[in-house]
């Protein structure tokens, strides 16, 4: 009832396109408050901060974000101070605005609408440009699905891509990305005490024990329905409600704004960023678009990199002020000032242990060759065995007593690996440094005795004192192997030939006497979905379904190709 009063009210107030809520003069700023009344007659907040005494028509440095914080005018505020007009909005639900928050749905259109009213201002120049990270990184791409006139480049850091890399990747859905649905929704702003509470692990433990349905979850909280969360389960595919959020194939050819993405080989983020990326160069005949990347994680590559990541102290070269190179990239494009120095070349990637940036014209260049190895009895082998043979492996469902998991970024150097029933596979010692440059890929060829199964493949550097270096993992489900769109199940009992593309970018110089190592393993925790392989819909799957044990069969023709740079 509340909610409906408020709605009613605010319509009865605001019948035009928007409406200033509080201007105010604030030291040597003029800031504003809109509520902006989208074309299909939602409602947004926009703030706005300018210079005072600024008479001139200024571009729009502008964010969208579901992030609504207090602190966000110092965001806007330093665009002002920088030349331009600072301007924050957010999604539907957020700050002022009425309703109930849904993340990613409705936010490329809603920015379109921002933008159109942006350029309509007296302050504006009829230019625009975004920025930001994570969240922050997928609303530009959202606004490019349509992209409006006045939006002239953007900078997405670490940006998200729903349905890709959240809340699922490769087609399983992780846990983690639950409690943020109520971070972001419990109120107009962010609820951190909730979202950085003991519960959450407790109550994936809780889900993880009983081999209960994972639809379930927002159930086991006791807070009613959670209608994010609903959304996200009833789409295990990469399916329209997914394409609606973000540019889909051919889409990316009209993006012909230049782009500058930012991410990094520990970015939970990577995988969607080096979608749009790919996807741009796929399907864009001149796309304008630069890439920097190094040994940072989510947050770090964003604008602020640590200078010890993880245990991992970065090289002295990776240690540069992305947040200064954002503004030099925006006085490149809207003041004619040089382009950034940095930027050498189109990509641009430093290798972790060399201390050395590299520029190269694309993401292809990050590697000139390609190391096969076979997963042949608990070695790498280079060479393709004479004979087939097997690795054989059990997965009992049932027992919680264990648990799988890709999650291994808590630190980056191990003294041991917790292998738990991985299988293990490791190289020859290296007779010469090596630079592993690039994503690593494979083919698994495997038998199972069910429709399915989730798995990971991990990769580590095993140095010459023995410990052990983390660098990249992929993670998928095998029904989905050659198209994210449309499911295949397995058929128990036949040879299945299981290709994976899709995993983290890296680099790294190893060490002569070092051994690639490999840690392949089915998916069994309680940080993401468990595939019981009957073939219905994962999160409809309980401990019911696994009355029979997983057996697999990985024959030693299966192979991963490491690219490197020599």
Same mark, same amino acid.
């Given at each position: 009832?509340?909610?409906?009063?408020?709605?009613?009210?605010?319509?009865?107030?605001?019948?035009?396109?928007?409406?200033?809520?509080?201007?105010?003069?604030?030291?040597?700023?003029?800031?504003?408050?809109?509520?902006?009344?989208?074309?299909?007659?939602?409602?947004?907040?926009?703030?706005?901060?300018?210079?005072?005494?600024?008479?001139? &028509?200024? *571009?729009?440095?502008?964010?969208?974000?579901?992030?609504?914080?207090? +602190?966000?005018?110092?965001?806007? !505020?330093? $665009? =002002?101070?920088?030349?331009?007009?600072?301007?924050?909005?957010?999604?539907?639900?957020?700050?002022?605005?009425?309703?109930?928050?849904?993340?990613?749905?409705?936010?490329?259109?809603?920015?379109?609408?921002?933008?159109?009213?942006?350029? &309509?201002? *007296?302050?504006?120049?009829?230019?625009?440009?975004?920025?930001?990270? +994570?969240?922050?990184?997928?609303? !530009?791409? $959202? =606004?490019?699905?349509?992209?409006?006139?006045?939006?002239?480049?953007?900078?997405?850091?670490?940006?998200?891509?729903?349905?890709?890399?959240?809340?699922?990747?490769?087609?399983?859905?992780?846990?983690?990305?639950?409690?943020?649905?109520?971070?972001?929704?419990?109120?107009?702003?962010?609820?951190?005490?909730?979202?950085?509470?003991?519960?959450?692990?407790?109550?994936?433990?809780?889900?993880?024990?009983?081999?209960?349905?994972?639809?379930?979850?927002?159930?086991?909280?006791?807070?009613?329905?959670?209608?994010?969360?609903?959304?996200?389960?009833?789409?295990?595919?990469?399916?329209?409600?997914?394409?609606?959020?973000?540019?889909?194939?051919?889409?990316?050819?009209?993006?012909?704004?230049?782009?500058?993405?930012?991410?990094?080989?520990?970015?939970?983020?990577?995988?969607?960023?080096?979608?749009?990326?790919?996807?741009?160069?796929?399907?864009?005949?001149?796309?304008?678009?630069?890439?920097?990347?190094?040994?940072?994680?989510?947050?770090?590559?964003?604008?602020?990199?640590?200078?010890?990541?993880?245990?991992?102290?970065?090289?002295?070269?990776?240690?540069?002020?992305?947040?200064?190179?954002?503004?030099?990239?925006?006085?490149?494009?809207?003041?004619?000032?040089?382009?950034?120095?940095?930027?050498?070349?189109?990509?641009?990637?430093?290798?972790?242990?060399?201390?050395?940036?590299?520029?190269?014209?694309?993401?292809?260049?990050?590697?000139?060759?390609?190391?096969?190895?076979?997963?042949?009895?608990?070695?790498?082998?280079?060479?393709?065995?004479?004979?087939?043979?097997?690795?054989?492996?059990?997965?009992?469902?049932?027992?919680?007593?264990?648990?799988?998991?890709?999650?291994?970024?808590?630190?980056?150097?191990?003294?041991?690996?917790?292998?738990?029933?991985?299988?293990?596979?490791?190289?020859?010692?290296?007779?010469?440094?090596?630079?592993?440059?690039?994503?690593?890929?494979?083919?698994?060829?495997?038998?199972?005795?069910?429709?399915?199964?989730?798995?990971?493949?991990?990769?580590?550097?095993?140095?010459?004192?023995?410990?052990?270096?983390?660098?990249?993992?992929?993670?998928?489900?095998?029904?989905?192997?050659?198209?994210?769109?449309?499911?295949?199940?397995?058929?128990?009992?036949?040879?299945?030939?299981?290709?994976?593309?899709?995993?983290?970018?890296?680099?790294?110089?190893?060490?002569?006497?070092?051994?690639?190592?490999?840690?392949?393993?089915?998916?069994?925790?309680?940080?993401?979905?468990?595939?019981?392989?009957?073939?219905?819909?994962?999160?409809?799957?309980?401990?019911?379904?696994?009355?029979?044990?997983?057996?697999?069969?990985?024959?030693?023709?299966?192979?991963?190709?490491?690219?490197?740079?020599?």
């Amino acid at each position: 009832m509340r909610k409906f009063f408020s709605l009613l009210l605010l319509c009865l107030i605001f019948g035009s396109i928007a409406s200033a809520q509080n201007k105010k003069a604030a030291g040597p700023y003029l800031r504003d408050s809109v509520l902006l009344k989208t074309h299909d007659g939602a409602f947004v907040t926009v703030m706005i901060a300018r210079k005072k005494g600024v008479t001139e &028509k200024l *571009p729009t440095i502008f964010q969208f974000t579901i992030y609504a914080r207090r +602190s966000d005018t110092s965001k806007i !505020q330093e $665009a =002002a101070d920088r030349g331009y007009v600072g301007v924050m909005a957010y999604t539907r639900g957020k700050w002022n605005s009425p309703g109930e928050p849904l993340a990613y749905e409705t936010d490329g259109r809603d920015a379109y609408d921002v933008i159109d009213w942006i350029s &309509k201002q *007296p302050w504006s120049d009829g230019r625009v440009g975004m920025y930001g990270g +994570s969240y922050n990184g997928f609303t !530009q791409w $959202a =606004a490019t699905k349509k992209l409006h006139p006045a939006l002239k480049t953007i900078v997405p850091s670490a940006a998200v891509a729903p349905g890709l890399d959240v809340p699922m990747t490769n087609n399983v859905q992780m846990s983690f990305v639950f409690s943020w649905t109520y971070y972001t929704s419990n109120n107009k702003f962010l609820d951190e005490k909730d979202y950085n509470g003991p519960q959450w692990n407790q109550l994936y433990w809780k889900w993880y024990n009983a081999g209960l349905a994972y639809h379930s979850l927002d159930s086991l909280t006791g807070r009613g329905v959670n209608h994010m969360f609903g959304h996200w389960v009833a789409h295990p595919t990469y399916d329209q409600y997914w394409q609606n959020m973000i540019p889909y194939k051919k889409e990316f050819a009209d993006i012909n704004i230049p782009v500058l993405t930012t991410t990094g080989y520990y970015d939970g983020g990577q995988i969607g960023g080096m979608y749009y990326y790919r996807e741009h160069l796929k399907y864009n005949a001149n796309p304008n678009h630069y890439v920097i990347i190094g040994p940072y994680g989510h947050f770090g590559s964003q604008g602020h990199p640590d200078s010890v990541f993880n245990g991992y102290r970065i090289d002295d070269v990776a240690r540069i002020n992305i947040h200064e190179i954002i503004y030099k990239w925006f006085d490149y494009i809207f003041k004619n000032k040089p382009k950034p120095a940095f930027l050498k070349d189109k990509f641009n990637f430093e290798v972790m242990g060399s201390n050395e940036w590299k520029h190269v014209p694309s993401l292809k260049q990050m590697s000139n060759d390609t190391l096969k190895f076979y997963l042949d009895n608990s070695r790498l082998n280079p060479a393709k065995p004479l004979k087939k043979a097997f690795a054989s492996q059990r997965v009992n469902f049932a027992n919680r007593d264990s648990i799988s998991s890709y999650y291994f970024l808590n630190q980056l150097i191990y003294d041991t690996l917790n292998t738990g029933s991985s299988l293990v596979f490791k190289s020859d010692p290296l007779t010469q440094p090596l630079t592993v440059s690039g994503a690593f890929s494979g083919v698994l060829k495997t038998i199972i005795n069910k429709k399915d199964m989730d798995y990971h493949v991990v990769m580590f550097e095993e140095m010459p004192d023995g410990k052990y270096f983390y660098l990249t993992y992929f993670m998928g489900r095998a029904s989905y192997a050659t198209n994210p769109e449309k499911r295949h199940l397995l058929k128990p009992g036949q040879m299945e030939t299981i290709p994976f593309t899709n995993s983290y970018i890296t680099s790294r110089q190893f060490s002569k006497g070092s051994r690639i190592v490999i840690l392949l393993n089915i998916n069994k925790s309680p940080f993401e979905q468990i595939n019981y392989g009957t073939g219905k819909n994962v999160s409809d799957e309980t401990i019911r379904d696994a009355k029979e044990p997983l057996q697999i069969k990985w024959f030693n023709d299966s192979y991963i190709n490491v690219p490197v740079l020599r």
